[in-house]
């Protein structure tokens, strides 16, 4: 089979319950590339271990990531949809490319900084090198474009630096990715401190909303969202709250900035938090009808995941010899 398609690949942890931030920040924007790209979304949970996983709870939400990727209108038939552990190959070029990456690199990894802030008693190896295993899962696949969210730009330049470490030592070896940091709706902030972005492990849960939330709990959050003291909604730098509440509100209904000012223009917060709570949870509806719909047929989650890992895999077997050849493994 000749491969003339580009390659866009993605990953998404099966930890914690996904928000909107998740869906409008990249899922939502998957779906586009399944035409005119060969695509592979990945669930990927060997990143997941790098924080502590209750095993029962990885299992359910390895098969939920995979049925919110369908839900969210991910076609198994028109994109690669597999479990990073079924294909053993990221683990195995995970490894060889810490080989190549530097410890000052790492170091210097804003995700790294924060984990470790936050699991102060867990600061494992696996959560330093987690880049590099990200690196293994764009590279292995000849990776063109990677969509993702804006926090994950700096792993995505550290992939890129490795792919091109890598290739002036050996030669041409890996294709070098390019990100896709979709810029409108990029960034979801927390609703109850607008200024942190929106984190599925926030413990504030009015501060989150959940893809699967229900339409009453998503109503609720966002009555609750916080705004400022004066009551006029205008998108603007020193309004974060509302600016969050626009963005989200755009990117359910479509608007412009301007369309939405006009819109709410002398209305109030709480009409638009009303609006916005609204448009939000009738968006997500049919997400969440096909989530349960998916949920309820674990043995096709299963097919759909076994088929997605064997194609994948085939894809790893020609990076992994043509990486073996090269560092001077004995085939
Ligand atoms: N680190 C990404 C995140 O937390 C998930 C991820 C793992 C990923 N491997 C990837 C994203 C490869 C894109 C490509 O969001």
């Known amino acids: 089979m000749i491969q003339d398609k580009k390659i866009v690949f993605s990953g998404v942890q099966p930890s914690g319950n996904l928000t909107i931030g998740n869906y409008l920040g990249a899922i939502k924007n998957f779906s586009r590339f399944s035409e005119d790209y060969k695509t592979f979304y990945c669930v990927v949970d060997l990143h997941a271990i790098t924080v502590r996983q209750v095993p029962a709870e990885l ?24 479990v990073q552990s079924h294909v053993p190959a990221h683990a195995e070029l995970g490894w060889m490319l810490d080989c190549y990456t530097m410890f000052g690199e790492l170091s210097r990894m804003t995700q790294f900084k924060d984990k470790s802030a936050k699991h102060s008693q867990n600061i494992n190896a696996g959560l330093f090198t987690y880049p590099t295993l990200m690196a293994a899962d764009i590279l292995l696949y000849q990776t063109d474009l990677v969509p993702v969210g804006i926090d994950q730009k700096q792993h995505l330049e550290l992939a890129r630096d490795i792919a091109m470490r890598f290739n ?3 030669g041409d070896t890996f294709t070098v990715p390019e990100g896709y940091i979709s810029t409108d709706t ?16 926030d413990e504030n849960q009015n501060a989150v909303v959940y893809i699967l939330d229900s339409k009453d709990d998503i109503i609720r959050k966002f009555k609750k969202a916080v705004t400022d003291s004066d009551s006029c909604v205008k998108y603007s730098e020193d309004k974060p709250g509302v600016s969050n509440l626009i963005t989200i509100y755009r990117a359910f209904t479509g608007k412009s900035i301007e369309e939405v000012e006009r819109e709410f223009d002398g209305r109030g917060y709480g009409d638009f938090k009303l609006a916005v709570g609204e448009v939000c949870a009738d968006g997500l509806a049919p997400v969440r009808e096909e989530f349960s719909r998916l ?4 043995s096709h989650l299963e097919a759909v995941m076994k088929a997605g890992a064997d194609e994948a895999a085939y894809y790893a077997r020609k990076t992994m010899s043509k990486v073996r050849r090269k560092i001077g493994f004995v085939n």
């Open 59 to 82: 299992r359910r939400r390895t098969y939920e990531t995979l049925a919110l990727y369908m839900a969210c209108g991910l076609d198994e038939k028109k994109n690669t949809l597999f």
């Open 168 to 170: 002036q030592i050996y």
């Open 186 to 201: 990029m960034k979801i902030m927390s609703l109850a401190e607008p200024t942190s972005k929106m984190s599925k492990s």
């Open 295 to 298: 949920m309820a047929d674990k």
